[in-house]
């Protein structure tokens, strides 16, 4: 039974805040890095990703130059910046906002960027290294969702973790980094996803079950083990409107969760910065 089974008709928060502000504070004390950002388009969530990313950079004392390119860019545009980055020892890291614009290839992108400087963990070799245990910028969001659950003292080690959810940004290398040998890892994990017909099977055993489908409401309180620990990684936007993947009504049953708003966001954000500082020496 999971060490956080209750009775209450509600679960116990696990808000990101308070862990970003730690990850943060940690970060701004050794703070020595420019970091740069490529913006393609006019995505307008794209292009308010980059002014919070920005704000935070000033607030650390990150110089942090940004180059939006036009939604008209080429793919050898794109990759003329990144080379001009790598090349640059003033630059420590880079971060290329997805989504680029459909005309463009993100993936062929990224492997043009120097791995070192990759601040989104999402490079193919940094990916290797994480696959290998081998030292490199992490994924921001699996590594972000480690911190929290650590943060807030949910013990992991030995525990039965489920994943709803197999991207590349969250799921696969969460699933990687949670089976590490770590104090604050060390588990059983499960990667499930939406085309498992009977996928609720695995996600009620699930003592810790981190749902990342991009599907809104997918996860209701039928689909969760009663007293276990919720992280909601997956959102959509409808509009301004966010669309959680975790249902609300899952506090009922479960021990804690994740807040709707300022759960897994804001710690995505903190790694962020924290691999830029690992990529300028800090």
């Not at 910028?137 to 807030?152: R, V």
């Amino acid at each position: 039974m999971s060490d956080f089974s209750s009775t209450s008709t509600a679960a116990r928060l696990l808000p990101g805040g308070p862990v970003a502000e730690r990850i943060l504070t940690e970060v701004a004390e050794g703070v020595a890095a420019l970091r740069a950002a490529v913006l393609v388009g006019d995505d307008d969530a794209s292009a308010g990703y980059i002014r919070i990313k920005q704000r935070q950079a000033a607030r650390l004392g990150f110089a942090s130059p940004h180059v939006h390119l036009p939604a008209s860019a080429s793919q050898a545009d794109l990759h003329a910046v990144l080379v001009d980055f790598n090349a640059d020892r003033g630059v420590h890291g880079v971060l290329v906002q997805h989504p680029v614009p459909g005309h463009l290839d993100y993936d062929r992108a990224l492997q043009v960027l120097d791995p070192d400087k990759d601040v989104d963990g999402m490079h193919p070799v940094n990916m290797g290294r994480l696959a290998l245990g081998l030292p490199g910028p992490l994924p921001c969001t699996p590594a972000g969702i480690e911190a929290l659950l650590a943060y807030h003292q949910v013990p992991v080690a030995g525990r039965e973790v489920v994943v709803l959810g197999r991207g590349a940004t969250l799921g696969r290398p969460l699933a990687m980094l949670l089976a590490q040998k770590r104090p604050t890892a060390n588990a059983a994990v499960t990667v499930v996803h939406t085309g498992v017909a009977d996928w609720p099977r695995y996600t009620r055993r699930a003592e810790i079950l981190v749902v990342a489908a991009g599907v809104p409401g997918i996860v209701r309180p039928e689909h969760v083990r009663p007293g276990a620990v919720v992280v909601g990684g997956g959102v959509r936007y409808e509009g301004r409107r966010l669309l959680p993947d975790v249902d609300e009504s899952c506090a009922r049953v479960a021990g804690a969760i994740t807040p709707r708003v300022g759960g897994v966001g804001p710690t995505t954000v903190a790694m962020l910065f924290r691999n830029a500082l690992k990529a300028a020496g800090g």
